[in-house]
Structures are given as structure tokens and as C-alpha cells.
């Protein structure tokens, strides 16, 4: 019998996070917080690695999502339930255990809705339709320009006061 591969059960896209994307979880009883990097995210979830176990399968609490570069970015309250933590990458360059740990996002507010939404764009590696009009804009790739060609990009870059347009 052929083996089932899974169906995906996500509903919604998941993206790589940026540095900088944080995710907060206060303890139940409020004594201390615990700050993990946020690994991808979704409308739904998201997932981020840490070193210990947390031991909280199912249960629904609330944590804090914050982006700490340029702009700064805080949603407060997000209510969340664990749907899996395991082992990472058990062959690791460190042999340090990352754990990695899966979340979905319980009933969001309007706002949080809106907050998570602007998170994504400016936190995670979002494709725009606009980079490819840009490319498109300005005409073939870097290296296949020849020298008159390579004068009027440059002419059109230092109008736009672009330089990254090659990368």
C-alpha cells in the first residue's frame, strides 16, 4: 500500500519571521516571562524555538507578540493554545537541544486581527507584487546589461535613489 503523505491542515499561509519577532509567555501565575524568537507565523499560529520544555499542551492562556527592531511593534493579550512542542534539530552544530514549539491563536479581537496583519508585513518575509513591477520596470537583471544599458539604469536608479535594485 502506497504510503499517505499528509494533508496540510493550515488554513491560512505561513511565513519565515525576520529578527526581531519575539514572542512573550507569562507563567500562570504571573511571576515571570519568558521571551522566545518566533521561527514563522500565520494568521492562525505561530512557531518559535527555545531550550527547556514548557509543558503546556492544550492549555489556553495568553502571551504577547513584539517586534523589537525598527518600528517597534507590541500586540498585548493574544489569547493561544499549544498544539505541539517537540524536539528540533537533534543534530545540531551546538548539540544543544532546540526544542521547537507549534501554537494556534484562540478568538482575536478586531484590533489584534488588524495589529497580527500589520506584524506579518512588517516582521516576516512577505513577498510584494510590487518587487516584481519593479524588476519588470527597470529591465533585465544586472548581469546582462551591456555598457549603454548599464548607464541608463544607472541614470534611472539615481532618479529613484535606489542602489538595491540588482539584488
Same mark, same amino acid.
Given at each position: 500500500?502506497?504510503?499517505?503523505?499528509?494533508?496540510?491542515?493550515?488554513?491560512?499561509?505561513?511565513?519565515?519571521?525576520?529578527?526581531?519577532?519575539?514572542?512573550?509567555?507569562?507563567?500562570?501565575? @504571573?511571576?515571570?516571562?519568558?521571551?522566545?524568537?518566533?521561527?514563522?507565523?500565520? =494568521?492562525? +499560529? !505561530?512557531? &518559535?524555538?527555545?531550550? /527547556?520544555?514548557?509543558?503546556?499542551?492544550?492549555?489556553?492562556?495568553?502571551?504577547?507578540?513584539?517586534?523589537?527592531?525598527?518600528?517597534?511593534?507590541?500586540?498585548?493579550?493574544?489569547?493561544?493554545?499549544?498544539?505541539?512542542?517537540? @524536539?528540533?534539530?537533534?543534530?545540531?552544530?551546538?548539540?544543544?537541544?532546540?526544542? =521547537?514549539? +507549534? !501554537?494556534? &491563536?484562540?478568538?482575536? /479581537?478586531?484590533?489584534?486581527?488588524?495589529?497580527?496583519?500589520?506584524?506579518?508585513?512588517?516582521?516576516?518575509?512577505?513577498?510584494?507584487?510590487?518587487?516584481?513591477?519593479?524588476?519588470?520596470?527597470?529591465?533585465?537583471?544586472?548581469?546582462?546589461l551591456g555598457q549603454p544599458e548599464e548607464q541608463a539604469r544607472d541614470q534611472r536608479i539615481a532618479k529613484v535613489g535606489k542602489t538595491d535594485l540588482c539584488a
Open positions: 500500500m502506497p504510503e499517505q503523505i499528509p494533508r496540510e491542515r493550515r488554513k491560512f499561509k505561513r511565513y519565515a519571521a525576520k529578527d526581531g519577532a519575539m514572542a512573550i509567555l507569562v507563567s500562570a501565575d @504571573e511571576d515571570h516571562l519568558n521571551l522566545y524568537r518566533i521561527v514563522n507565523i500565520s =494568521r492562525e +499560529g !505561530l512557531a &518559535f524555538e527555545y531550550k /527547556s520544555s514548557l509543558g503546556q499542551e492544550g492549555a489556553l492562556s495568553t502571551m504577547e507578540i513584539m517586534g523589537i527592531y525598527r518600528p517597534a511593534f507590541w500586540i498585548r493579550e493574544v489569547p493561544y493554545r499549544i498544539i505541539f512542542d517537540h @524536539e528540533g534539530n537533534p543534530e545540531a552544530a551546538d548539540n544543544i537541544s532546540t526544542r =521547537r514549539c +507549534g !501554537l494556534v &491563536f484562540g478568538k482575536l /479581537s478586531k484590533e489584534q486581527i488588524r495589529l497580527l496583519g500589520e506584524f506579518i508585513r512588517k516582521y516576516a518575509f512577505v513577498k510584494r507584487a510590487w518587487s516584481l513591477k519593479r524588476r519588470i520596470r527597470f529591465g533585465p537583471p544586472c548581469h546582462d
